[in-house]
């Protein structure tokens, strides 16, 4: 059991006993005769095969390693199925919040230009002489020069990503 569970779990690795012999700092007969069955590892080379192979020694020790069993795709089939469909899930969430996002910005953009509109720029009628409402007004201007010519861009952008996003949800 020993001897190919050795061999096995080697080729499993793509390892050669060249290899193995090297990473163990022994000669490569050795690994010859062990895969063999002619002699045997003491315990510290068991825990060193272990380690290079990256399987417990138990494993080493056990039962014959066997080719992948029918029953076992069949788990890794359903592992990897339960993996999409929890992927498609997520996917689904962060296109649905996505869509709330762009609705919340252009709700808020409507907002603001219902806002610019009813107070009519109030600003230019602003004493300018007084230096708090001549900081206040020209803050104020810039804000609605600035957004008067990049809202409606955000707008736009936003209006067809909701009509996108509605698509694909």
């Known amino acids: 059991m020993l001897n190919e569970n050795i061999k096995q779990l080697r080729k499993g690795k793509g390892l050669s006993q060249e290899e193995l012999a090297i990473r163990l700092n022994v000669v490569r007969q050795t690994i010859s005769k062990w895969e063999q069955g002619l002699s045997v590892p003491d315990s510290e080379m068991l825990l060193s095969i272990s380690e290079v ?15 992948s069993h029918v029953d076992d795709l069949k788990a890794i089939s359903e592992k990897l199925e339960t993996i999409n469909l ?15 996002v762009l609705i919340a910005l252009c709700m808020i953009i409507i907002t603001i230009f219902i806002g610019l509109i009813l107070f009519n720029s109030p600003y230019l009628g602003w004493n300018y002489s007084d230096p708090e409402t001549a900081v206040l007004g020209v803050t104020y201007h810039a804000f609605e020069w600035l957004f008067v010519r990049l809202a409606p861009i955000i707008l736009i952008g936003g209006i067809t990503g909701i009509f996108l996003i509605r698509r694909k949800v």
């Open 53 to 67: 192979l990256e399987t417990p020694v138990s494993t080493l020790l056990g039962e014959t390693i066997g080719e």
């Open 86 to 100: 929890q992927l498609i899930q997520r996917k689904i969430v962060r296109r649905k919040i996505l869509l709330w």
